[in-house]
């Protein structure tokens, strides 16, 4: 189940590298520049930013305040900025690039076909979840719609997942898509997740921090209610043993438990489950929710494009990026231990060194979401299921 390696990209809608400025416009440039920065030195960069001109010095403003300013001048001119600062000399660097990002239109039939195919997808397994179908049943439509608790419950925790991230964008001006969900009919859970794409990087870390942490915590105001009516109205039931099997064993699946789930069937069921006599019998609702609290805390795992790398990104700066290897360490044991996380760390591996930086790299998160972060990787370390899914056979 993927969000941000594949829910919210950072593949933006980016300007390609024209010609280098000519005299003139490198001297109005300057001349923008410097109403925000005491400008100390300037030089034009090489390719891959041909076009591209760097100033060094120290701004003049606080620095959102100098980016709106700066901004205004720019777009005139068909140019963008990025602001940066030099981590040993705390030097601020401003580094204008030729052109402007643009995002044009998608077609929305492919969301709506997407969605369709996933509805069907997540109806499928909803039957399977609740053992309405066996093998050698002719399946019907209205067969299928014995799913729908299952579909009805993972498109709410989902889509209020990928609407948190829309709506946040839309609400700073970003341009991105409409949601893209992924039917998955052949694996577990219906779906690989879905994923919205940013066109452009966010203007400073509040924004990113909003636009990636609105689609967990929306997806949890959902997943916990589901999960919480899924456990209540589930039975506990005598585990298999060798005597209940026919000859040569059986086997059952067996979902992990974290904090949050394992506290919830506590309070719900009066002990502490599975034992190792019985366990409580996953109807439609409790997968859905177990389902929801998986997904949110892959995508708050931080590290890269996950939300969880955004919102560590915005804490911490480039300083997120040391944790990086200690992280990927984690999920390496992970992986020794339930080999259900190979793919992931193989993704990881490859693309989890990928930081969405915003345009303005200087301004730091506000007061309140710093708390908000916080909370939300105390929220990871509750959710997140170390031993996802395991096969029992006796």
């Known amino acids: 189940m993927f969000d941000e390696l594949s829910t919210q990209s950072a593949e933006y809608q980016a300007p390609q590298p024209p010609p280098a400025p000519a005299s003139d416009a490198v001297s109005r440039l300057s001349k923008s520049v410097a109403e925000v920065l005491v400008i100390e030195s300037a030089q034009a960069l090489a390719s891959p930013l041909s076009g591209a001109i760097q100033f060094i010095g120290t701004l003049k403003m606080e620095s959102s305040a100098a980016y709106e300013l700066l901004d205004q001048h720019l777009a005139a001119q068909g140019f963008h900025a990025q602001f940066t600062a030099d981590p ?19 077609p929305v039939w492919v969301n709506a076909l997407l969605l369709f195919l996933t509805i069907l997808s997540l109806m499928w397994i909803g039957i399977t979840i609740g053992g309405e179908f066996e093998t050698g049943d002719r399946l019907t439509l209205g067969l299928l719609l014995r799913g729908s608790p299952y579909a009805i419950s993972i498109l709410l925790i989902l889509g209020a997942h990928e609407l948190g991230h829309y709506f946040a964008a839309r609400y700073h001006k970003v341009a991105v898509t409409l949601p893209y969900f992924i039917p998955f009919p052949f694996g577990l859970f219906g779906t690989f997740g879905a994923f919205i794409q940013l ?37 506990v039931d005598k585990l298999p043993t060798r005597e209940d099997c026919p000859e040569g064993g059986c086997s059952y699946m067996m979902e992990g438990n974290s904090v949050v789930y394992a506290a919830s069937k506590y309070v719900l069921h009066g002990r502490w489950l599975p034992t190792s006599v019985e366990d409580m019998t996953l109807n439609q609702l409790a997968f859905a929710g177990w389902t929801g609290l998986f997904i949110t805390g892959l995508n708050l795992f931080p590290v890269g494009q996950l939300d969880g790398g955004h919102i560590l990104y915005t804490l911490f700066g480039r300083t997120a990026r040391i944790l990086y290897y200690p992280l990927l360490g984690v999920m390496g044991i992970l992986t020794v231990v339930n080999l259900n996380w190979l793919l992931w760390f193989f993704l990881l591996l490859m693309f989890g060194r990928i930081y969405a930086v915003p345009l303005d790299d200087i301004t730091p998160l506000s007061p309140t979401r710093r708390m908000i972060g916080i909370a939300a990787l105390v929220i990871f370390f509750l959710i997140f299921t170390p031993n996802p899914i395991r096969i029992i056979t006796v």
Not at 199 to 226: K, S, W, Y
């Open 88 to 106: 040993k000399s705390q030097k601020h660097i401003i580094t204008v690039i030729q052109g402007r990002f643009e995002s044009k239109p998608r």
């Open 199 to 235: 066109r452009e990087p966010a203007r400073n870390r509040n924004q990113l921090f909003d636009i990636g942490a609105a689609g967990p915590l929306t997806g949890l105001i959902f997943a916990i209610p589901i999960l919480w009516i899924g456990i209540a109205t589930a039975n």
